[in-house]
């Protein structure tokens, strides 16, 4: 039977939150993620809208995922601009060691920069990027550390920069459609991982197009996107007085 999903459940959490997760259950979650996030959070139309234009244009792009988790996006986007001749400096960001310490030893000759860290260390060592970005990383967050990641991202952003949080817009329809597609490889592609379970928990915990709206602060756009996915977005160039 299907949650209530009428509002955000931000009593529930992640199994592989928990600071004593399994650890080979974890290890093979951030293996999957990469299949997980080529289905559901289109890193193709990222690339080729907020990725190639400015790498072209600027010569040597600076590129910052904040929650990279497995780095699966990040080794995408550094494979994707190697292979059409551009040069980036892409930088994966978590605040779990154990995250950071795996993507590390899967990199596979990517180049990506693995840090432990949070966004204020950042902002306190005067890091800036090209591009600031995330995947379904807002609904882990509670409402202050939304407004200090938001608030970081700004700082962390070069003047004519973008930022672009992605995440999964909650919906009936997701939770349906995700619990419907999983269940098949729960026991096979997706078995002795957290993807599935914690896919759903993610859904309750995620934001609706209208509640996102509501807490963006000001000079933050608001998108919605198929399939069932939301984007919180500051533009360097239009958000700055």
Known sequence: MSPDLTLRDVEVRERMDHPHADAR???????????????????????????????????????????????????????????????AEVTALDAD???????????????????????TELVAAGETYDVVLSNHVLHHLDDAELQGVLSDSVRLVAADGVVAHHDIARS???????????????????????IREDGLLSIRRSYTLAELAAVAPDGWSVRGGAPFRVELRWDGAHARP
Do not use: Q
């Open 172 to 194: 009936h329809t997701a939770y349906a459609l995700f619990a419907a597609a999983t269940w098949p490889i729960s026991r096979s592609l997706l078995a002795d991982s957290f």
């Open 25 to 87: 259950k974890l290890a093979r979650t951030y293996g999957r993620f990469g299949l997980v996030n080529a289905l559901v959070s289109r890193p193709g139309a990222m690339y080729r809208r907020d990725i190639r234009p400015r790498a072209a244009r600027t010569g040597r792009l600076r590129i910052l995922d904040v929650g990279a988790g497995g780095g699966d996006l990040c080794r995408l986007l550094a494979w994707r601009l190697r292979r059409e001749g551009l040069s």
């Open 97 to 119: 060691d154990r995250a950071i310490r795996w993507a590390a030893a899967h990199d596979g000759g990517a180049g990506v920069r693995y840090r432990c860290a949070l966004t």
